[in-house]
């Protein structure tokens, strides 16, 4: 089976502030792992992918993540927050094949003025 | 180019009862998915559907349902409605199906409360 695990539920930051969101999968093989972006009443929306073509990923919003093999983590970064930032933000596994995506629990980010 | 389309958007039932959710995908779409998200579980798997057929499902027990349409239209059903079954209820859409192949689009969702 294969899981995510994301550190922590809330995140504040402060507006121009690092934003960095960790999380680690389990898998017995590459997976291919999600970030995606929750707005308060929306949809969930993909932020990024990676899919074993390049280990730092970038993506919208000026978030990028990095596969890390060894530490099996692909953590979400983007330099500078915006107010526009907060949301809640799921980590999620798939495999091929398998056509679903396997979530971890989220981390809501909060943005201080 | 239209999103995926949930309704209803919010509904209130009570136990025992069923309800059935519906979703259009985006045009052309073929794969459709579900997603149950609950503050307790999270956002869980439902099913998969492609070309009417249910290619992956979920661990949820039998009185959740679904089922697609030959214009990729699908619906889910819960059947005999518990108190935990209150949740929001997100369908996904992608060209040929699985987040490997393509982006998900999710809609908005459809928020269902079991009195």
């Known amino acids: 089976a294969q899981s995510v695990t994301q550190l922590g539920s809330h995140v504040s930051v402060s507006e121009g502030a690092l934003v960095l969101l960790r999380c680690n999968y389990s898998s017995s093989v590459p997976p291919y792992l999600f970030w995606y972006v929750q707005y308060p009443n929306q949809g969930l929306q993909l932020l990024l992918k990676y899919t074993s073509a390049a280990t730092l990923v970038k993506g919208i919003n000026g978030f990028e993540a990095e596969f890390k093999k060894s530490e099996t983590s692909f953590h979400l970064t983007k330099p500078s927050a915006h107010m526009r930032d907060a949301a809640e933000y799921f980590c999620a596994v798939s495999r091929s094949n398998d056509y679903k995506l396997s979530f971890g629990a989220g981390t809501t980010v909060t943005v201080r003025a | 180019k239209a999103g995926v389309t949930q309704t209803p958007r919010y509904l209130i039932k009570t136990r025992g009862q069923q309800v059935t959710l519906s979703c259009s995908p985006i045009s052309g779409h073929r794969s459709v998915s579900w997603y149950q998200q609950t503050p307790g579980q999270g956002l869980q798997f439902l099913f998969e559907y492609f070309s009417e057929t249910q290619r992956n499902k979920g661990n949820f027990p039998g009185r959740f349902s679904g089922r697609q349409f030959s214009n990729s239209r699908s619906e889910m059903n819960v059947s005999t409605l518990e108190l935990g079954d209150s949740a929001l209820y997100l369908c996904?859409?992608?060209?040929?199906?699985?987040?490997?192949?393509?982006?998900?689009?999710f809609g908005e969702g459809s928020r269902l409360t079991v009195l």
């Open positions: 996904a859409s992608s060209p040929t199906g699985g987040p490997i192949d393509g982006e998900l689009f």
